[in-house]
């Protein structure tokens, strides 16, 4: 079946550093949904992609649709300890009705 | 506008017993689907409704059921639960099944198995 990879699996900055996480699959998706958690809590929507190459900001979240529809990038600049959860990318294919979620990447934001 | 809403938040069950989880999509939406996270396996998938009908589901054991009223407010029954069915239960609701709709996600159900 479709599966979504996410690297990297956990990090730890500092506070005011930027951060790339990627999500990458063997399958061609139409559309990529960002969210974070925080413990306890269900996901929050950060950011939704639906074009190939398609860049779209929300505040100091930027993510990218890959050209090749088979992975997507998020970059948060200049972290702030509330940043810190865990980001999953979704990906939803034309055929399917419900999205693929990945692992998960942990951000933790030291001080 | 409201958000997703689940019911309750946390749950306490004893080995074998049955629970019943409840999900209020926002208004609008007429999809719901459920998924259950664990530490070690993410979210799985358990299964989608839109306008009352199952439409998909994961690869879970039929102790694990649900259904969606004419409101699209939407529960999910698990029988004979077991240790491991201890997960946080989320549902996300979608306005629709196309590739252009976001999903929302409610807070979740702790469910806890003893």
């Known amino acids: 079946g479709q599966q979504l990879n996410q690297s990297p699996q956990s990090m730890f900055i500092q506070e005011g550093e930027d951060v790339s996480m990627n999500c990458t699959s063997s399958?061609?998706?139409?559309?990529w949904l960002w969210y974070k958690q925080d413990p306890g809590e269900g996901p929050v929507l950060l950011i939704a992609l639906y074009k190939a190459g398609e860049l779209t900001s929300n505040g100091r979240l930027t993510a990218q649709f890959g050209i090749t529809r088979k992975d997507s990038f998020l970059n948060i600049s200049a972290s702030i300890p509330s940043d810190v959860g865990i980001y999953f990318c979704?990906?939803?294919?034309?055929?399917?009705?419900?999205?693929?979620f990945g692992p998960g990447t942990r951000l933790s934001v030291l001080p | 506008k409201a958000g997703v809403t689940q019911t309750p938040r946390y749950l306490i069950k004893t080995r074998g017993q049955q629970v019943t989880l409840s999900c209020s999509p926002i208004?609008?939406?007429?999809?719901v689907s459920w998924y259950q996270q664990t530490p070690g396996q993410g979210l799985q998938f358990l299964f989608e409704?839109?306008?009352?009908?199952?439409?998909n589901k994961g690869n879970f054991p039929g102790r694990f059921s649900g259904r969606q009223f004419s409101n699209s407010r939407s529960e999910m029954n698990v029988s004979t639960l077991e240790l491991g069915d201890s997960a946080l239960y989320l549902c996300?609701?979608?306005?629709?099944?196309?590739?252009?709709?976001?999903?929302?996600f409610g807070q979740g159900t702790r469910l806890t198995v003893v």
């Open positions: 208004s609008g939406h007429r999809s």
């Open positions: 996300a609701s979608r306005r629709g099944q196309g590739v252009d709709t976001e999903a929302f």
């Open positions: 409704y839109f306008s009352e009908t199952q439409r």
């Open positions: 399958s061609i998706f139409n559309t």
């Open positions: 979704a990906g939803l294919s034309g055929g399917g009705q419900n999205f693929v």
